[in-house]
């Protein structure tokens, strides 16, 4: 009893730290930052109001629906020019797959593109995937116009097309925000920003990832309270179906549906539910294999313990040596961390070995155990500091935890 304390009280020392403040890498500079490029411009210029010609060019906003593949599950916005028969699609949602791709994304530096190509392409690209797609031509003046078409001149200069992708802050819909913010001299934000939401970052964007629970819980596990605040409908904006409402309401006029496509689906996601019922699913198999059959414990814990150790090991890493900032001071790490390396090791070797196994993952399992419940205890106590959102991870791993606790040996 002494050691499994001595034990649990250096885990404590170890992962508590880690989970309040993170060591990361030195914060990247925006190599073509969206706000400070657009004060280079003057939106208010009395001299274009008198160019009868910026009345034959409409600017819009173009959204298209959520689509299959993850990257697309949130939506896609772009602006459109269109001038004397001409559609000029600006998107700011390019990347490729290039050399360093990999390695950039994995260290936290999405280095995306604006890009711009004719509307039609794009819009076909959607309509083939049977995505939605609305436009709002935004009844700009002529000065705001103007302002708009030199920014977007000088952004398709290939030595400033490339900007620093944040997934909250700056994609391709905070993008085309900011424009309109300075093309309202600032009034879209003010009014915006006057609005909230009641939801989180992490409310909205789970919303979005209901195809999937088991890519909803990775990817929530990943991120840490910093996505919990209560924001704006100015920041909400980050996601395109948003971005469309919130200036549908703003300008007071109702966008143009092109294309209808299928129907998105529906529902509510109950990550906190379908995760508790996961967790209840393995513990009460796993503590029963483990009594009537050591190789099907075996096999169904490998699967589960692995994809603890695989999350929990990305985390450790995210947050000591990438620029993923949404997964500094995560307490995750404190009760779902590298220590069930341990019982996945004991699983994998009794597969082979049926009479192996070690007294030290019931040991891990109690350790994990009272960390899990200390933490709960503590977000009890201490809500304004430990305040993520991390209930659907206890209703997890807590089930299982507790029956290889009391597991008989």
């Not at 000065?143 to 909250?168: C, M, P, W």
């Not at 692995?306 to 990305?314: E, G, K, P």
Request: aromatic share 14%; charged share 15%; net charge negative.
């Amino acid at each position: 009893m002494k050691t499994i304390l001595l034990i649990l009280g250096i885990l404590m020392i170890t992962f508590a730290p880690l989970a309040g403040a993170s060591i990361s890498a030195p914060p990247l500079e925006d190599s073509f930052d969206s706000e400070k490029n657009l004060d280079l411009f003057d939106f208010t210029s009395q001299e274009a109001l008198l160019h009868d010609s910026l009345d034959d060019f409409t600017i819009s906003l173009v959204t298209q629906a959520p689509g299959d593949e993850i990257y697309i599950w949130f939506g896609h916005a772009g602006l459109m020019l269109s001038a004397y028969g001409d559609d000029i699609m600006y998107d700011w949602g390019v990347f490729s797959f290039s050399p360093g791709f990999y390695s950039d994304f994995i260290f936290g530096r999405l280095f995306y593109r604006m890009v711009p190509s004719w509307a039609s392409s794009s819009i076909q690209r959607a309509v083939s995937e049977d995505r939605s797609v609305k436009i709002l031509t935004l009844p700009l003046d002529r000065a705001a116009k103007q302002g708009v078409i030199d920014f977007l001149n000088y952004n398709s200069l290939s030595e400033n097309r490339t900007y620093l992708y944040h997934y909250y802050y700056d994609n391709c819909a905070t993008r085309i925000r900011d424009i309109v913010n300075r093309a309202t001299d600032g009034d879209f934000r003010a009014w915006a920003e006057g609005i909230d939401t009641n939801m989180s970052f992490r409310d909205l964007s789970t919303w979005y990832m209901r195809r999937s629970n088991l890519i909803s819980f990775t990817l929530n596990f990943l991120q840490s309270s910093v996505i919990d605040r209560d924001v704006s409908l100015y920041e909400a904006c980050f996601l395109p179906d948003v971005l469309m409402c919130a200036l549908e309401t703003y300008y007071n006029l109702e966008s143009e549906v092109i294309y209808e496509g299928a129907p998105e689906q529906t529902g509510e996601s109950h990550l906190v539910i379908s995760s508790l019922m996961t967790g209840l699913i393995f513990a009460v198999l796993l503590y029963s294999f483990w009594h009537v059959n050591r190789k099907a414990y075996a096999l169904v814990s490998s699967v589960f313990y692995l994809y603890l150790a695989v999350i929990s090991s990305v985390l450790l890493f995210m947050m000591l040596f990438t620029n993923h900032d949404v997964t500094f001071g995560n307490e995750n790490i404190i009760f779902v961390n590298p220590l069930i390396l341990i019982p996945l090791m004991e699983s994998i070797i009794m597969i082979f070995h049926k009479k192996t196994h070690w007294m030290l993952s019931r040991s891990v399992f109690r350790i994990l155990t009272a960390l899990s419940l200390s933490t709960l205890v503590l977000k009890g106590l201490f809500p304004e500091t430990l305040c993520q959102e991390n209930l659907y991870v206890f209703a997890l791993v807590l089930p299982v935890y507790i029956a290889m606790s009391i597991r008989k040996d």
